[in-house]
């Protein structure tokens, strides 16, 4: 059995790989020079490496919603909407979720 290929990241690519812990948007690093400094490459190529080398992937619609939106905001949409309110936070996201695909459905 063969060893996995391994290398190691210089740490402005781990730096980098964590602010997407958090949610952060591959977009929101266009054009922005402290990165590129400490990157020595722009970071949307470095990100696009990322997503390509398979290290970086696109989260679930859930997992984004959820880390974008503090529960106060979800209830906040779900009241605008006429929808229950009550719930875990993982319920408040799924039943935000839910509600908008439908809406997009009947629109089509």
């Given at each position: 059995m063969s060893e996995p290929t391994s290398y190691l990241l210089p740490a402005a690519y781990l730096l980098l790989l964590s602010k997407f812990r958090k949610g952060d948007s591959p977009a929101g690093y266009r054009g922005v020079s402290h990165w590129e400094a400490a990157l020595q490459e722009?970071?949307?190529?470095v990100i696009?490496?990322?997503?390509?080398?398979?290290?970086l992937e696109r989260g679930e619609l859930p997992d984004l919603v959820n880390y974008k939106f503090r529960a106060?905001?979800?209830?906040?949409?779900?009241k605008e909407r006429g929808l229950k309110?009550?719930?875990?936070?993982?319920?408040?996201?799924?039943?935000?979720i839910d509600n908008s695909l439908k809406a997009m459905m009947a629109c089509s």
């Amino acid at each position: 059995m063969s060893e996995p290929t391994s290398y190691l990241l210089p740490a402005a690519y781990l730096l980098l790989l964590s602010k997407f812990r958090k949610g952060d948007s591959p977009a929101g690093y266009r054009g922005v020079s402290h990165w590129e400094a400490a990157l020595q490459e722009k970071p949307e190529t470095v990100i696009k490496q990322l997503f390509d080398e398979g290290i970086l992937e696109r989260g679930e619609l859930p997992d984004l919603v959820n880390y974008k939106f503090r529960a106060t905001d979800l209830k906040l949409m779900l009241k605008e909407r006429g929808l229950k309110v009550s719930g875990r936070k993982a319920e408040l996201v799924q039943r935000l979720i839910d509600n908008s695909l439908k809406a997009m459905m009947a629109c089509s």
